[in-house]
């Protein structure tokens, strides 16, 4: 059984840094996608961007070059380092995993899902 268990969220003011990590416990998919989402109140859910089992990633226009998503060498975490944030990227953020390739998922279909770790920017 694969669990999501997200880390590393708090309060940060604007222009400073957060380190996200998901543990993707029971995940041994290989050629598997890992995906960071965020929530704020009241919106819909954004895709953040997500990295695939050989490394190639993909990030949202309103997050690039602000943030960075990697995995370790064992594939099982993820992280998301988050720099120069800004009030609009609080949120809840939450990692997701599919056993299908990245290029082939849709952002609804991950099948497994975190309960998210809470950024707030002021």
């Known amino acids: 059984q694969v669990q999501l268990v997200e880390s590393g969220g708090g309060s940060v003011q604007a222009g400073g840094s957060l380190s996200l990590s998901c543990a993707a416990r029971g995940y041994t998919q290989r050629s598997g996608c890992l995906a960071w989402f965020r929530q704020a109140p009241g919106k819909e859910r954004e895709a953040v961007g997500r990295i695939a089992d050989d490394g190639s990633r993909s990030i949202a226009d309103s997050v690039r070059g602000r943030f960075t998503i990697a995995q370790n060498n064992t594939k099982n975490t993820m992280y998301l380092q988050m720099n120069s944030l800004k009030p609009e990227d609080s949120g809840m953020y939450v990692c997701?995993?599919?056993?299908?390739?990245?290029?082939?998922?849709?952002?609804?279909?991950?099948?497994?899902w975190g309960q998210g770790t809470q950024v707030t920017v002021s």
């Open positions: 997701a995993a599919s056993p299908h390739p990245c290029y082939s998922v849709a952002n609804r279909d991950f099948a497994y």
